[in-house]
């Protein structure tokens, strides 16, 4: 069952809430019902820019009814790979029922499970991580196990620059976890060592996942004769 207790938060209203307190708030989208109750399971994050269908709130929910998934976001008209529905990638990784797993949210909407933030510090207010708060606590929610779920069947309007090729915003990516989790630093360095060889059809996916998680990567291949040199670097 879908949680019942939702608060949407706009941040472009002067005195909005911090989502770690999770209190109520007025909200722009009328046909949107929200339950003020400062116990939410669910806050759901929308910015004053985004144009959202109608009966955009229940599939995004939806998710949650998984105990594992600890945040969830729509596609978008302009964002990052896993949710641009410009560029959408058939191959995603299967998530929950109607939707796939992503590394991070865009920022401009997006809902939370309280408890599951809470559980991994919530929104860190590091001055080096000023703008990427959200991607920080993606990284921590994903490293402690759960699923962070885009759900297919919405698709909101956010505007933007036009979208990049895939391989270009796939690069991109990549780069922007690396910046996350040099910023979110805390603690001694970790390497990931990867022996390889002929892994062009693995290595992308081993990389990503590798993202966010440590300080570097180093590959090691041992004469492979596809592309697996290529793709890693």
């Not at 360095?189 to 998680?213: F, M, Q, R, T, W």
Request: glycine fraction near 8%; include cysteine; proline fraction near 8%.
């Amino acid at each position: 069952m879908a949680p019942h207790a939702v608060i949407v938060i706009d941040p472009s209203v002067p005195g909005a809430p911090d989502l770690a307190d999770a209190a109520p708030a007025a909200v722009r989208d009328d046909p949107v019902r929200v339950i003020e109750r400062t116990d939410a399971e669910v806050v759901v994050v929308v910015a004053g820019d985004v144009s959202l269908p109608a009966g955009w709130l229940a599939p995004v929910l939806e998710p949650f009814t998984d105990p594992w998934v600890a945040a969830v976001g729509p596609m978008l008209s302009s964002g990052p790979p896993a949710q641009d529905a410009a560029g959408a990638d058939d191959d995603a990784t299967p998530g929950t029922d109607g939707g796939h797993a992503a590394l991070r949210l865009d920022a401009r909407c997006w809902a939370v499970r309280v408890a599951a933030a809470r559980s991994a510090g919530g929104l860190r207010a590091l001055p080096a991580l000023a703008g990427i708060e959200v991607d920080d606590l993606c990284r921590r929610l994903t490293a402690a196990g759960h699923t962070i779920c885009v759900v297919e069947g919405v698709c909101a309007d956010v505007g933007g620059a036009a979208p990049l090729e895939r391989a270009e915003a796939i690069t991109r990516e990549i780069g922007h976890l690396a910046r996350v989790a040099s910023a979110a630093r805390v603690g001694p360095l970790l390497s990931a060592a990867l022996i390889v060889k002929d892994e062009e059809e693995n290595l992308p996916a081993c990389l990503a996942s590798l993202s966010g998680l440590v300080d570097e990567v180093v590959v090691y291949d041992t004469g492979s004769t596809d592309r697996t040199v290529e793709i890693a670097r």
